[in-house]
């Protein structure tokens, strides 16, 4: 063992919260949606599509070559640099990542060196990887609560197989969350739960302690400060913004300035050279961050798993699901207009038959489930919209809408007309 990596471990021996001494918790969201192809309905009425799901539906061209565009500009570069940071911060920097199961699938298809740079950093002790549902999916609102329960399970076996990480946070598709999703984390035996701090959730109290979930008795919260992740991931380039330019002495200040337990800035992992390219400067920033934020005797860096022991500072009460996404900070990015939620109804009732066939159909029904193809639906306008048709390979929302919903017809029958 190397000695900062022993070091490291005695710091995280005592790592609970003391005074002044604001620890920031870093976690880092890895996706990418195994995107489809178009399908006609011509098709899908004469039975030309291949007779594998699996061929029919996803574009595997695309999906490999924008999985090594992003690898180049992005999941490489950051790790490579990400690993530097923990030798040389003497393994002070720590930090957490949640990996879909869909993104490790596409890691084991096309880039087993992108598989092994979290490896690396997964040896040194200290980064976190956090549970999820393997298929990024929306399967926490499905009548049958087993899918869920079958998904996390196949995510949290996945880490631990691939990783050698026991998650002990759990994180819901893009931050779901609710009194009762935190309820059947804590059943699955998670310590943590991360969520949107939103203003309705902390009723004018700060984000940065953790809360205990209304009718949990153990698991806590860990509630993002949107505002401080969002001066990253979203206005890190805009010269529009009076802060730009945000260097990391600057922003490491901000931090210094917060109070409470936990700072927790949760961000998408492609903000690192692909939402914000490398000329932008995103990097020389993540290369000075640890550091400047080391030089503040009241700041620490601590991991999620880490950060969920400590004791809460109260309780939030969240009866209506709540989410990262959107200025709304709720569903209605997947599931807001009625092309979303007849998919959705669709899909939901092919669960049941899919199960019975099980093989390559099972396989074909969980990926149609991942989030992002509800996503690419809506039709909200302004900043919003404009986010949903960056990520979107389509040319409008209705688009999407008719080929999601063709191969979700022919899908139904092929497993007998569900």
């Not at 990542?97 to 992108?114: A, H, I, N, P, Y």
């Not at 009460?317 to 990015?333: I, K, N, Y």
Request: aromatic share 12%; with cysteine; charged share 25%.
């Amino acid at each position: 063992m190397k000695k900062w990596q022993a070091f490291a471990q005695e710091r995280r021996r005592k790592n609970e919260w003391v005074g002044k001494m604001a620890s920031i918790c870093m976690y880092f969201q890895v996706h990418q949606p195994l995107r489809l192809k178009k399908v006609q309905l011509l098709s899908v009425l004469s039975g030309k599509l291949p007779p594998s799901p699996m061929d029919a539906y996803f574009n595997r061209e695309l999906n490999e070559r924008v999985f090594r565009k992003v690898a180049q500009k992005c999941y490489l570069p950051a790790n490579e640099l990400l690993l530097k940071l923990i030798e040389e911060n003497g393994g002070d920097f720590k930090f957490s990542f949640s990996l879909t199961g869909v993104f490790l699938e596409q890691c084991r298809m096309f880039g087993k060196d992108v598989l092994d740079s979290f490896r690396r950093l997964a040896d040194t002790g200290c980064v976190d990887f956090l549970a999820e549902t393997y298929y990024h999916s929306l399967a926490s609102f499905y009548r049958d609560p087993e899918e869920f329960n079958c998904q996390v399970a196949m995510h949290h076996e996945a880490i631990k197989s691939l990783l050698g990480v026991t998650p002990r946070v759990f994180r819901n598709t893009e931050s779901i969350f609710s009194n009762e999703i935190a309820m059947r984390a804590e059943a699955m035996g998670y310590s943590g739960i991360v969520a949107e701090g939103t203003e309705g959730a902390l009723g004018g109290r700060s984000p940065n302690f953790l809360y205990r979930p209304k009718s949990c008795s153990k698991i806590n919260a860990l509630l993002r400060n949107y505002p401080l992740s969002d001066d990253v991931g979203y206005r890190f380039s805009s010269r529009g913004w009076k802060e730009w330019p945000l260097t990391a002495e600057k922003y490491a200040k901000w931090l210094a300035n917060c109070d409470g337990q936990c700072i927790n800035i949760f961000l998408d992992f492609e903000t690192f050279g692909e939402h914000q390219w490398s000329e932008t400067g995103i990097f020389s920033f993540l290369r000075h961050l640890p550091s400047e934020c080391l030089s503040h005797p009241n700041l620490n860096f601590q991991m999620a798993r880490e950060v969920a022991e400590w004791d809460a500072r109260g309780e939030i009460d969240v009866h209506l699901p709540t989410s990262w996404a959107d200025m709304e900070r709720d569903l209605s990015a997947w599931l807001g207009n009625d092309m979303q939620r007849a998919c959705f109804d669709e899909l939901q009732s092919l669960g049941e038959p899919a199960m019975r066939q099980g093989g390559e159909a099972l396989e074909a029904w969980r990926l149609l489930q991942s989030s992002d193809h509800l996503y690419y639906l809506c039709t909200k306008s302004l900043a919003d919209g404009d986010v949903h048709k960056y990520f979107s390979h389509y040319q409008n929302p209705y688009e999407g809408f008719i080929n999601y919903m063709n191969i979700i017809q022919d899908f139904k029958s092929r497993l007998g007309g569900a």
